[in-house]
């Protein structure tokens, strides 16, 4: 069964920093992965999704890699910004399955 | 261009009472997924519909029940609410050949007493 987890599940880091946020899956045999930002009290908003056979993708001062094989993904964030203050979470699309599989999220606290 | 819009945005029940949520979405997907979020949890897939008149039972599908009678649109029912159904929904949206990349809604968040 496809387990997803974000660690940590929370982080503060003053303003400016580059910080990446991590994503593992259990199961390596996915069809893609998807980056969201959740912020309070909203729906979800897709950031990017990367493709099994990717390795990476970018919008923005976001870059997103996918390691099949560890079953890790990372989400970079350059030039952190009080703005980027969310929930990040990731999901998996396991297989033929619609469904996608979500890790529990990490929150995001830029610092001024 | 509205994207996927819910409602309503706020409900407060009693034990056993009923009501349906309702998702629309204008951007002519084909799927469409019903998700609840708890507390410290990922997002957990209620039940999802890949066309018209077609639904399927997700993760969590005990409780629930939806109907997709018109493309844009996919209804969540709760014919008795439980405690236990205290949860924030969410509607999403793909559509498929395009990596199935979702759409989501603003949520609705059910409280029951």
């Known amino acids: 069964k496809q387990e997803v987890t974000q660690i940590p599940a929370a982080l503060s880091v003053p303003e400016g920093e580059n910080l990446v946020l991590n994503c593992s899956f259990t199961?390596?045999?996915?069809?893609?992965l998807q980056w969201f930002r959740q912020d309070p009290g909203k729906g979800l908003t897709s950031l990017l999704l990367?493709?099994?056979s990717q390795r990476e993708q970018t919008s923005g001062r976001l870059n997103a890699s996918l390691d099949k094989s560890s079953g890790r993904s990372t989400l970079y964030i350059a030039a952190s910004q009080p703005g980027d203050s969310a929930t990040y979470l990731c999901?998996?699309?396991?297989?033929?399955?619609?469904?996608?599989?979500w890790g529990a999220g990490t929150k995001l606290i830029i610092k001024p | 261009n509205a994207g996927v819009t819910q409602t309503p945005k706020f409900r407060v029940l009693k034990t056993g009472q009923s009501m349906t949520l309702l998702c629309a979405q204008d951007?002519?997907?084909?799927?469409m997924y019903w998700y609840r979020q708890d507390p410290g949890m990922g997002l957990r897939l209620i039940h999802y519909?890949?066309?018209?008149?077609?639904?399927a039972k997700g993760e969590v599908p005990d409780g629930y029940n939806v109907s997709r009678l018109k493309k844009q649109n996919f209804l969540l029912g709760l014919e008795s609410a439980a405690p236990s159904q205290t949860s924030v929904y969410f509607c999403?949206?793909?559509?498929?050949?395009?990596?199935?990349?979702?759409?989501f809604g603003p949520g609705t968040r059910l409280t029951v007493t």
């Open positions: 951007m002519n997907h084909e799927y």
């Open positions: 519909s890949v066309g018209e008149g077609t639904t």
């Open positions: 199961d390596s045999a996915i069809y893609n």
């Open positions: 990367i493709q099994s």
């Open positions: 999403a949206s793909s559509q498929p050949g395009q990596g199935n990349e979702q759409y």
């Open positions: 999901a998996v699309r396991a297989g033929s399955n619609y469904q996608l599989i």
